[in-house]
C-alpha cells in the first residue's frame, strides 16, 4: 500500500490529528479499479463523488489534482485499485461543518483483492440491519460501522459476502457490492433511495439489463433463477450459493460479465475471467 | 488544542494513513469536562466506552494508559475539556474487523466552549432525522454525519442548539446533548434504544430526577413547563426558546443545576453558574 495525504492542493506527510474523519467519518470515499495505470470508470466515481459532496456540502479537490496524483501512483501503468477518501476540513471539536476549510483527503494505492472461488460466491444473510436514512442514501460515505458490524459477523473463509437487509427487511445489498436478481429473463436490484450505496457497475449494469428498482423481499433472492453481486473493483461476480440454497452457473451472468469485459477491458484481466 | 495519538500502548506522531477511524469512523469516543486536572465522570466515560467496546468488538487502551495521557495533557491541574477517540487497528481496505489488532486512538484537550446565553440556549427543530438503528443506539461512535448535516443546518449565532427526531418522528435529542422535560413536577426524556446516546450527565440525571424514558412527540416537548439540555461538559442547560415556544426560567431546573453543582464541583467553576 502506497498513499498520499493532502489539506487541499497541499502534501501533507501525515493526517492532522483532529481530522473531522477520524472524529465522525465526515467524508466520502471511492474505490476504484486501475488497469494499466488507468480507471476505466473515473468519470462515473468522478460524478457520484461531485453529487454527494453537493449532498454533504463538502469541498471537494480538483479532478485535475486528483488525476495528477492517480498517475503519480501508478506511474508504473499497473493494475490495482485505488482508493479516494476525501473529508471535511476545518478540524475542532463540535459537529458544526466548516463549510470554506480546504478538504482532508488522501489517494491510496492497493492490491487486488483476493480472487473469488471459482464457481461463484457463497454468501450468507447478516443480522446487522441498514438504517433507513433518505439523507445519506446512495452516497459512498465514510460512516460505515453497519458494514463493519456486518462483516464481523463470520470469519468463515468460505463465506466471501453477506447480504444485508434494511430495518423494514428490505434487501438492500452485500456488505462490498450491490445485488441484481433474475427471474426468467427480467433482472431487478434493490432501490438504494432509503440505504446503500449507488454502485458505478450497478449504474452500468442498470444500462445494461434495464433491471427494475424494487423493494425486494428474502424470498425474491431466494427463488431467483440466478444471483450476481458486483462492484467496481470485482466487476460482475456471480453467486453459486446463499446458505442452503445453490444457484447454478446461469449463462445470463456468463454474457453480462463478457459484456462487460467487453466494455472496459480492465474487467477482462481481472480476477474472475 | 494539543493532543497525543498511540497505538495500543506506543506513542505516534501522526495518525496513521490507513486509520479505519478516517475510512469507516469505526470507533468510539468520549467528551470529557476537566476541572482543575480531573475528569468528574471518568467512572462514567469509562464504562460507557467499555460497554461501547465490547459492542463493537474494539479494544481499548487500559484505563491507566488512558489516565496517565489524561495527567499529562492536564499537568497544569487546568480546567478544560478532553477528547478521546478510540478507534480500531488494523488499517487495510475492507470492511472485515481486525480483532486482535491493538486500537488507534488519541486523546486531546480543548478548551471550554463559549458560554451560553444568559437566561437559556434558544434552539430550533432540524430537519435532518435520526435513523433508528438499534445495533448502534446508545453508542457514542464516531459515524456522525447524521449530527454534522443538522448542525450544518444553520448558521444564525443566536441559536445555539437543534432538537432532533428520528425518521419515525420521535424526539430524540440535540445535536450533541441529550433533552430533558417537565410537566407539573414529572421530568421525562427520551428513549435512547432506537438511536441518540447514553449521554453521562443525562444518566446523572436519570438518577437524581427519576425522569421515565420515553418514545417522546415533538408536542410533549412544546408545551412543557421546563425544558433543559445536558451533556458531560456543559452540565444543565436551561432551555428559554424553542423556535416561538418561549419558556420562562424554572425553579426546578436551577434546582437540578445547583445540585449538580454541589455533588460535582466542577460544575460550579462552568460557563453557565
Not at 492490491?111 to 436514512?133: D, K, N, S, Y
Not at 465514510?142 to 468460505?158: F, H, I, K, S
Not at 434493490?190 to 424470498?219: F, H, K, N, Y
Amino acid at each position: 500500500m502506497s498513499g498520499r495525504s493532502f489539506i487541499g492542493e497541499t502534501r501533507i506527510e501525515a493526517l492532522p490529528g483532529d481530522a473531522r474523519g477520524f472524529a465522525y467519518g465526515d467524508g466520502l470515499f471511492e474505490t476504484m479499479r486501475v488497469h494499466q495505470g488507468v480507471v476505466p470508470w473515473w468519470a462515473a466515481h468522478r460524478a457520484r463523488l461531485e453529487a454527494g459532496a453537493a449532498r454533504l456540502r463538502l469541498s471537494l479537490p480538483t479532478a485535475t489534482t486528483i488525476e495528477g496524483v492517480l498517475a503519480e501512483l501508478f506511474d508504473d501503468q499497473g493494475d490495482g485499485v485505488a482508493k479516494l477518501i476525501v473529508t471535511r476540513g476545518g478540524g475542532g471539536r463540535g459537529y458544526a461543518p466548516a463549510l470554506d476549510a480546504p478538504p482532508v483527503w488522501r489517494l491510496s494505492r492497493h492490491p487486488f483483492p483476493q480472487a473469488p472461488r471459482a464457481g461463484g460466491l457463497v454468501l450468507r444473510w447478516c443480522e446487522t440491519r441498514l438504517a433507513v436514512q433518505p439523507a445519506l442514501a446512495g452516497l459512498k460515505h465514510c460512516n460505515r460501522l453497519e458494514q463493519v458490524l456486518a462483516r464481523g459477523e463470520w470469519n468463515d473463509p468460505t463465506i466471501e459476502e453477506g447480504l444485508m437487509r434494511s430495518t423494514d427487511g428490505d434487501v438492500v445489498c452485500a456488505t462490498a457490492a450491490n445485488l441484481f436478481v433474475l427471474h426468467g429473463t427480467r433482472w431487478s436490484t434493490p432501490r438504494i433511495d432509503r440505504c446503500g450505496v449507488a454502485g458505478t457497475c450497478r449504474a452500468w449494469l442498470l444500462s445494461q439489463t434495464g433491471a427494475a428498482e424494487v423493494r425486494m423481499a428474502p424470498a425474491e433472492v431466494e427463488t431467483a433463477d440466478a444471483v450476481l453481486l458486483c462492484n467496481a473493483v470485482r466487476g460482475i461476480l456471480p453467486v453459486a450459493r446463499l446458505g442452503e440454497r445453490v444457484f447454478a452457473p446461469h449463462p445470463a451472468v456468463a454474457e453480462l460479465a463478457q459484456r462487460l469485459a467487453h466494455a472496459h477491458p480492465g474487467f477482462a484481466a481481472g480476477p474472475l475471467l
